[in-house]
């Protein structure tokens, strides 16, 4: 069919989504590049040190994460991390557990106790904590808290010591460098997040949970156990893996405080020889062989990739129960 | 928080209505402790043994005098917690009273402003300072802000505006980055410097610095990119404006405290660190400003390296170089407090004058 001439369709034209001008497209552009960086520093992180670790974990196989024998000047350099690692859990397990009942507590105090204005005091004071350099509380750890520390060990000792945590070999010990006061400097570090993590938590609440447990005839403790501890449990969980990461990655407080050794303590606690991964890598950097060398990397490696795998179950846990709530 | 806190039903009674109560049921339980610490007892382990179990007791009774059965787990929960948690406090105010007390000895307009050339570990108070690391500190801290707080800056931007389908993930990975630990950023960079054939400077510190400070200054800048109303970037796009022009105009001033918190809080999280410059630069004891070459000293590597000597000089020395730390990090605090205050604050008396 011959179509009238004039009348002909506009030619169509092209639907565009994209940035309208040129400005908007370098903003786009960098700003996605930017974003992309957060995964290109990770995969920057875990190429650099395996390049560097590698020979030592080949040579050295899966004892290297076991064993416990570190000899890195010997013809057949030995590198086991065993009794590091294992400090490292130890001393972190014990940050948490003398920090948990602290950082609950304060948060409902602040949330729940608290009048407006002491209740403003007393997070900025927390947070305050948490912006304390760790050089700083290392210094304070070893010249004012371990002496003090020690006589708690050393009361401990001698009120518990049947408990096989609190024996000690040596009977004439000073109690100090212990994963005991280790866990405490930790607890002191981690207190702030597990604190503020809660807090955020506690004061998210939806407060006719509250008011309806109250009016059914419900008390502060039975409000407390029944209806906020369960609601908030696994923000809380998540607050303690984000303090777990950092107790992981804890380094120069901890080696101020604590005797690094390769024999290794399993229990107890009170005894002057523990371990921590990072602070291991600070203390034999300064004269490593370039064997040692690569041996700290890739311990280094070893904690990049748990605190990472931490760091990010963590962050779920939390924007997920955050989430809920709202 | 305080909207909640008002909400509640206990709130409306007022603190002070139980205030004779709860005072006297602490003086039992205090008058013993005195007694106890006064013959010669342990001040901690009075504490435990004698001052605890007292304290529970008295606020039972209390709590039994209010509500019976019931009101002894409520007083038992109100007083656990407030023990509890006042020991955060005193940990605090310990830590802060350690080292202003043992700082100020060694503190001095001398002691800011010499470098260390003639120091050593005996050396008397009265020559050599921080000058020099102060100056790293400030000088290293500078370079990273200038390369982080841009890229942070840009990373909030598309974490608050973007609909890409890879948000998720890179959000989760910036927090978990915000808990990387300080010495893998060392030990990351001198990797880097091998390959990079690099020597250990000011530069290679500020680089170990830079992967602790991104996280940080994304995840506070995200936040405060978030507060800004769409409806504002949404009106000037409607208006024409292209987005660029949108954020710089109208976004960027809108969310300005928030930024500057951001830039705060990143300081703050590296103005401190340790690991990090003991691994990638050389101590110095002398004023170094270039940054590229040779030695530098700063104030967390000098607490360190005084630290490790056991004169008490030298401990002096690092309790003052710790004073000068706390402060600075102290007023980047306290900065970043005002400038997120103020905001609020405006915010608030805005809604009321709606109301």
């Known amino acids: 069919m011959p179509q009238p001439s004039g009348l002909s369709a506009p030619e169509r034209r092209k639907l565009k989504t994209g940035p309208l001008s040129k400005g908007d497209k370098w903003f786009f552009r960098t700003t996605t590049i930017a974003s992309n960086f957060a995964f290109l520093l990770v995969a920057l992180i875990l190429i650099f040190l395996l390049a560097k670790s590698f020979p030592a974990l080949q040579q050295q196989g899966p004892a290297f994460l076991f064993g416990s024998k570190w000899d890195p000047e010997a013809e057949k350099p030995v590198m086991q991390l065993g009794p590091m690692l294992w400090g490292s859990i130890q001393v972190a397990f014990l940050g948490i557990l003398i920090a948990t009942p602290m950082a609950i507590s304060a948060a409902y105090v602040i949330v729940f106790m608290l009048h407006d204005r002491l209740a403003k005091i007393a997070t900025t004071l927390i947070d305050l904590l948490a912006a304390l350099p760790s050089v700083v509380i290392g210094l304070w750890g070893l010249l004012s808290f371990a002496p003090v520390a020690a006589n708690w060990a050393r009361l401990l000792h001698e009120s518990l010591g049947w408990l096989p945590f609190f024996t000690i070999g040596n009977e004439s010990g000073t109690f100090t460098d212990s994963p005991f006061i280790a866990g405490w400097i930790v607890a002191v570090m981690i207190v702030p997040i597990i604190t503020s993590v809660t807090r955020e938590i506690f004061s998210q609440m939806d407060a006719g949970l509250i008011n309806g447990a109250l009016a059914l005839g419900g008390g502060r403790y039975s409000v407390f156990r029944q209806v906020i501890l369960p609601t908030s449990a696994t923000g809380i969980l998540g607050g303690i893996l984000l303090g777990l990461g950092r107790a992981i990655g804890e380094t120069v407080a901890i080696l101020y405080v604590l005797q690094l050794s390769m024999d290794i303590n399993w229990f107890e606690i009170l005894e002057p020889r523990g371990g921590a991964v990072a602070s291991w890598i600070l203390a034999r950097f300064g004269e490593a062989t370039p064997a040692e060398y690569e041996g700290l990397m890739a311990a280094g490696l070893v904690i990049f990739i748990v605190t990472l795998l931490v760091n990010v179950v963590a962050n779920l846990i939390v924007s997920r129960s955050a989430g809920r709530r709202k | ?355």
């Open chain 2, 1 to 355: 928080m305080s909207s909640i806190a008002s909400r509640q039903p206990w709130a409306d009674r007022k603190l002070t209505d139980n205030l004779p109560a709860v005072i006297g049921s602490i003086i039992p339980a205090a008058t013993a402790i005195m007694i106890a610490v006064l013959a010669g007892l342990d001040f901690s382990f009075a504490l435990i043994v004698i001052f605890l179990p007292l304290q529970l007791l008295s606020a039972a009774i209390l709590g039994f005098r209010y509500a019976r059965i019931r009101g002894v787990k409520d007083a038992l929960l109100v007083f656990g917690s407030i023990f509890l948690s006042t020991n955060v406090f005193v940990l605090l105010m310990s830590v802060l009273y350690a080292v202003v007390a043992q700082g100020i000895t060694a503190m001095s307009p001398q002691f800011l402003a010499q470098n260390n050339v003639y120091v050593n570990t005996t050396t008397s108070l009265e020559y050599g300072g921080v000058g020099h690391a102060i100056l790293g500190t400030l000088l290293i801290v500078l370079m990273t802000t200038i390369a982080a707080v841009p890229l942070g800056i840009a990373m909030a931007v598309f974490l608050t505006q973007s609909d890409s389908k890879t948000k998720g993930l890179i959000r989760t990975v910036t927090q978990a980055l915000s808990g990387l630990p300080s010495v893998v950023s060392g030990l990351f960079i001198l990797a880097f410097m091998g390959f990079a054939h690099l020597e250990r400077s000011g530069f290679t510190g500020a680089l170990a610095l830079f992967p602790l400070m991104l996280p940080t200054v994304a995840r506070v800048a995200e936040e405060a990119l978030r507060l800004v109303p769409s409806d504002l970037r949404l009106a000037a796009l409607a208006l024409g404006a292209p987005n660029y022009r949108a954020f710089f105009q109208v976004i960027l001033p809108a969310a300005k405290s928030g930024i500057i918190t951001a830039l705060l809080l990143g300081l703050a999280r590296v103005v401190g660190e340790t690991a990090p410059l003991i691994l990638t630069t050389n101590a110095n004891n002398g004023t170094n400003l270039n940054p590229f070459a040779g030695g530098i000293a700063t104030l967390p590597t000098y607490v360190y390296g005084f630290l490790g000597s056991g004169y008490q000089t030298s401990q002096l020395r690092a309790w003052g170089a710790a004073l000068v730390l706390l402060i600075l990090v102290g007023l980047l605090f306290g900065f970043a407090r005002v400038v997120s205050r103020t905001k609020t604050d405006s915010k608030r008396s805005k809604n009321k004058k709606v109301k």
